[in-house]
């Protein structure tokens, strides 16, 4: 019995090493980047992602949302997509309800025009995640142990090729992502800026702050259908004109659409969430007349805040007459955030519900694109990985000698001639 438990335990041994041993060429392996400096958006034209839009054609969607899979082993197992489809589309009128397990595209509903595949990627110790929508594989690689810089910007680079949109996923939760990470890293497109659990507004705002145009994505990322406090709290709100797919990826990747933080009552069950539901304000329009910027929105605005550069605020009004702003020369963007009257006693439009709106920023071209890119610095790498790799040979070869020496000594009632 003693022999049997000794085998078992040198395999699990083994099993360990080998997993250890792996993960070690994993990190040797990973590239060095060279990561250019943060510009901030400058130029004498404005981007403005809403203008010309059609406001009868916003689309309510939440894109990160977790059924049963794998066994029951993660978070969500009691939930179903039947289930899903129940509270998200029929109770609450959601127009685009996807599932985003863990490491896996759910195929549920492909047949259904709102569907569009998406997957949360990331299984390591901290909450390093990317939410992936329109994806088309599921990509198994993650350092899953710690990552710096060079290795979150690796996955995000290997995440591009199979999704068409990459969302780095709730950066502030457990330190995921810190404000120096999100200054400096390049090739995605969304920041879950609100989500039920966390809010990651520094985050985005270091993003934009460093010249990054990334848009906003706000949702639930519910685990328990059951749970009125953790349904529709968060909502992306897309510009679409058809309920299609290759629309909805677009609209994400040009920042038609905008975030919202819906207000929940104490003990609020979900007959009284959807009683409420259609009641969420909505955004008329955003234009620009020259260099003043000016919203409208459905309901009773209570406050009206323009956030701008650092994450500064540029202008704070209350009431509906400030719903402008006119862009200074310090102004790099400006982004709005609209907070609604709450009627406790007889609810209408609003109740506490928070719009967070894209930014409109600065640039010069002819059109607004990121020309920051990190990029791989292949002697850095190279060098790296030929002393990473004589490092861990040279660890195994000490270990090999000093166990054959150790058997090669004779023991102490070895007869000496």
């Known amino acids: 019995m003693k022999k049997i438990a000794g085998r078992v335990f040198r395999l699990l041994v083994y099993f360990v090493l080998l997993l250890m041993g792996f993960e070690a060429v994993l990190y040797f392996w990973a590239p060095v980047y060279d990561f250019p400096e943060p510009q901030v958006f400058s130029g004498n034209k404005f981007f403005n992602p809403y203008e010309g839009l059609d ?49 896996s595209i759910s195929k549920e509903f492909k047949d259904s025009a709102f569907y569009i595949p998406a997957y949360e990627h990331g299984y390591g110790v901290r909450k390093k995640h990317q939410m992936l929508i329109g994806a088309k594989e599921v990509l198994w690689m993650d350092y899953s142990i710690v990552q710096n810089l060079n290795h979150k910007q690796h996955i995000l680079d290997l995440l591009r090729p199979q999704n068409e949109v990459v969302a780095i996923a709730h950066p502030d939760w457990e330190g995921g992502y810190t404000l120096k990470d999100m200054k400096y890293l390049s090739n995605y497109d969304l920041v879950e800026v609100l989500d039920n659990n966390w809010r990651s507004i520094p985050q985005w705002d270091a993003a934009l702050s460093s010249g990054h145009v990334v848009w906003i994505l706000a949702d639930d990322d519910a685990h328990n259908i059951e749970d009125p406090y953790q349904i529709q709290r968060c909502a992306t709100y897309v510009h679409s004109t058809v309920i299609q797919r290759d629309s909805i990826i677009k609209s994400l990747k040009s920042g038609r659409s905008y975030g919202v933080e819906i207000y929940m009552g104490n003990k609020w069950t979900f007959k009284q969430k959807a009683g409420l539901a259609k009641r969420i304000p909505r955004l008329r329009y955003v234009k620009m007349a020259g260099d003043t910027l000016k919203v ?8 009206v805040m323009f956030i701008g550069q650092d994450g500064r605020i540029r202008k704070s009004v209350y009431g509906p007459s400030g719903l402008w702003y006119r862009f200074t020369s310090e102004d790099t963007y400006i982004r709005t955030q609209i907070t609604f009257i709450a009627h406790h006693a007889h609810p209408t439009i609003g109740l506490g519900d928070i719009i967070y709106l894209n930014p409109v920023f600065r640039y010069s071209g002819e059109l607004a694109v990121n020309d920051l890119k990190a990029e791989i610095n292949w002697p850095r790498t190279w060098i790296f990985r030929f002393i990473s790799f004589g490092a861990l040979i040279a660890i195994f070869w000490a270990v090999w000698s000093l166990r054959r020496n150790k058997k090669s000594k004779p023991g102490k009632d070895a007869i000496e001639p």
């Open 55 to 103: 406001s009868s054609c916003w689309r309510k969607s939440n894109f990160h949302f977790h059924v049963k899979e794998w066994w029951g082993l993660t978070s969500g197992r009691k939930n179903t997509a039947q289930e899903l489809y129940k509270v998200y589309r029929q109770m609450l009128k959601y127009d685009l309800p996807q599932i985003s397990n863990y490491q």
């Open 296 to 303: 409208s929105v459905s309901g009773e605005v209570f406050k």
